[in-house]
Every structure is written in structure tokens, then in C-alpha cells.
């Protein structure tokens, strides 16, 4: 079974991360309804020819399969991407980057995300084994790890090596976490970290 991917905006949700980014001060940038609505159009139009080719790439890639029948990503004006309840904002990296080619490559992510989740990868012992011989890094870090190597296999299997290239530099700049949990995927190799799920 391949999950529906539902894109939805909620206005309730909406308010409330506008309201948190009013207390920080840092709303004056904040996208409006037309800006979300257009990226749910531009999001449902790409699924609509792509979506179903980048789940299966993730269920083939990680050996995993789906238990989910339906995955909700609901758009709100500006958020830091995250996979429970999934969200994603308008734009991305401090929301100077517009590109849907970028809005996707994260919503994989965040997808992948949930196929972990589902399949309680907290749970695979010889995965969980090999982070623990890591030694002490940061939670992100260990969480990324897994999520990274499907990822790059999904990159490998149904983006570019641009894109690909682009999401370590990005990630460079914007997360050391996430980026150290790049670097174990890239020195350890992405398929010899999957065969640790099973």
C-alpha cells in the first residue's frame, strides 16, 4: 500500500505560527493565505505526475513498507519543516529559498520521516547498534542518520546528483547536526547503513 499524500491548510494552524513568529518579532515577512494556496497548487500538481514515483522509491529504497494510508502535510505561512504532525511552510531556509524543486526534496524528507516512524525503527537492532558505536552525538544527529541514507538513495533513484549535492550544502549551511549526520552517510555509504534496517 502507497499512502495518499493530502496537502492541507488549516487556518487555526496558520494563526498559530503566526502568532509565535509575532512574539519573536520576526512575522513582518510572514507569506499570506494567496502565497500557501499557490504553493498547495504548485505541491498537488507536481504530486499529481511525481508523488507516486518518490514513495515507492522510499519503500524500495529502505526495504521498509508502508503502514500509513494517508499522510496529511499541512502548508502554513512559515514554520521550521517537521514530519508529526508533517508541515511544511510557504518557502524554505529562512524563506529565501522559493524553488518547489527544494519544497519537495524536503517534503521527501520529512516523508521519509514517517516510514521510520511507522515501521519503529527505534526498534532495528543492528542499526541501532551501529549508532550507539558512534558514541556521543547529538540526538539530531543519530535521528538524521537513517533518514539521510534512504534519502540519498531516493536522490539516486528519482532526483538529480544537483539536487542532491545542493541538499548537503544547504544542509552545511543551515544545521551542523544534520549536516554531521550527512557525513556518516557519506563515509559509511548509504546502502550499507539501509541493510542495518532488516
Do not use: C
Request: hydrophobic content about 40%; charged content about 25%; overall charge negative.
Amino acid at each position: 500500500m502507497t499512502p495518499v499524500i493530502e496537502f492541507k491548510y488549516s487556518d487555526v494552524y496558520d494563526k498559530h505560527w503566526l502568532e509565535y513568529f509575532k512574539l519573536l518579532k520576526l512575522d513582518s515577512n510572514y507569506p499570506s493565505k494567496q502565497d500557501i494556496f499557490g504553493r498547495i497548487e504548485e505541491a498537488e500538481t507536481y504530486w499529481k505526475n511525481n508523488g507516486a514515483k518518490i514513495l515507492e522509491s522510499i519503500s524500495k529504497q529502505s526495504g521498509l513498507e508502508w503502514k500509513s494510508e494517508k499522510i496529511i502535510v499541512y502548508l502554513v505561512g512559515k514554520a521550521v519543516p517537521f514530519s508529526s504532525p508533517l508541515t511544511m511552510s510557504v518557502w524554505l531556509n529562512k524563506m529565501q529559498d522559493k524553488t518547489l524543486r527544494s519544497w519537495i526534496n524536503v517534503l521527501t524528507h520529512e516523508i521519509i520521516h514517517n516510514i521510520l516512524v511507522d515501521n519503529s525503527w527505534g526498534k532495528m537492532m543492528n542499526l541501532k547498534n551501529y549508532l550507539e558505536s558512534l558514541g556521543d552525538i547529538a540526538k539530531k544527529t543519530y535521528v538524521h542518520i537513517p533518514v539521510h541514507a534512504i534519502h540519498s538513495l531516493v536522490y539516486k533513484d528519482v532526483f538529480t546528483d544537483e539536487d542532491f549535492l545542493a541538499d548537503i550544502e544547504n544542509t552545511k549551511n543551515i544545521d551542523k547536526d544534520y549536516f554531521d549526520a550527512w557525513s556518516v552517510v557519506l563515509e559509511k555509504g548509504d546502502k550499507n547503513i539501509v541493510e542495518m534496517f532488516n
